[in-house]
């Protein structure tokens, strides 16, 4: 079964930094992107950002650049997503899901339970 | 980039059909047949249900269907049922390997 499992829920205080994880099974993690998913609380879907975990390429959102760091780790399976300095803004709930954009096909699919993040002083 | 448009809710009687649309400009939606979406429900992780603007991964009911026309997009649920109620969300690619933007979200009450 391919699946994405990601870290637990995380609560911190503005300025600490935090890295979340995500680490796939089930199928070759070098051949697919991940990508990274935010949803502010009773908000939409927003696009963060990808890695290619086969060379460590990203591209972010606009939105993001700048504000997070996407890495991954191909020998373990696991892509990160990390803050250096969080806000109370970043309170989220943030998703990964494997981005496929081979043979002329897109899809985010599957997806990972989540993480929630909480920023609070 | 701003969020792709869609109704904030829709509704329908168990047994009928409802269209969530999706409308976007010629540099998302228009420009490329990679509309792909996704059914949240509360609480839980989003779910490919249509990728590729119309085809319906394995293990989605076919009474889920995707088409396009221009910058618009939509998503049609026929036969509705109980368990269709959730959000649904509407994603394009947007160009450059760099972007992908989201719908802003529908909300689906099975009446």
């Known amino acids: 079964e391919v699946q994405l499992v990601q870290s637990g829920a995380e609560v911190k205080k503005p300025g600490e930094s935090l890295r979340i994880s995500c680490k796939g099974s089930?199928?070759?993690?070098?051949?697919?992107?991940i990508t990274w998913v935010r949803q502010m609380p009773g908000k939409g879907l927003e696009w963060m950002g990808r890695?290619?975990?086969?060379?460590?390429?990203?591209t972010y959102s606009p939105s993001f650049q700048g504000h997070v760091t996407i890495s991954a780790d191909k020998s373990i399976s696991t892509a990160y997503l990390q803050w250096s300095s969080l806000k109370a803004s970043d309170t989220a709930m943030y998703y990964c899901?494997?981005?496929?954009?081979?043979?002329?096909?897109?899809?985010?699919?599957?997806w990972g339970q989540g993480t929630l993040v909480t920023v609070s002083s | 980039q701003s969020a792709l448009t869609q109704p904030r809710s829709v509704s329908g009687s168990p047994g009928q059909s409802v269209t969530i649309s999706c409308t976007g400009t010629?540099?998302?939606?228009?420009?490329?047949?990679?509309v792909s979406w996704y059914q949240q429900h509360p609480g839980k992780a989003p779910k490919l249900m249509i990728y590729?603007?119309?085809k319906r991964p394995s293990g989605v009911p076919d009474r889920f269907s995707g088409s396009k026309s221009g910058n618009t997009a939509s998503l049609t649920i026929s036969g509705l049922q109980a368990e269709d109620e959730a959000d649904y969300y509407c994603?394009?690619?947007?160009?450059?390997?760099?972007?992908?933007?989201f719908g802003g979200g529908t909300k689906l009450t099975v009446l």
């Open positions: 089930g199928y070759s993690f070098t051949i697919y992107w």
């Open positions: 899901a494997r981005l496929s954009f081979l043979s002329s096909s897109n899809w985010f699919d599957p």
């Open positions: 590729d603007v119309t």
């Open positions: 010629s540099s998302d939606v228009g420009g490329y047949n990679y």
């Open positions: 890695i290619d975990p086969s060379d460590s390429y990203t």
């Open positions: 994603c394009s690619y947007a160009g450059s390997y760099t972007s992908w933007i």
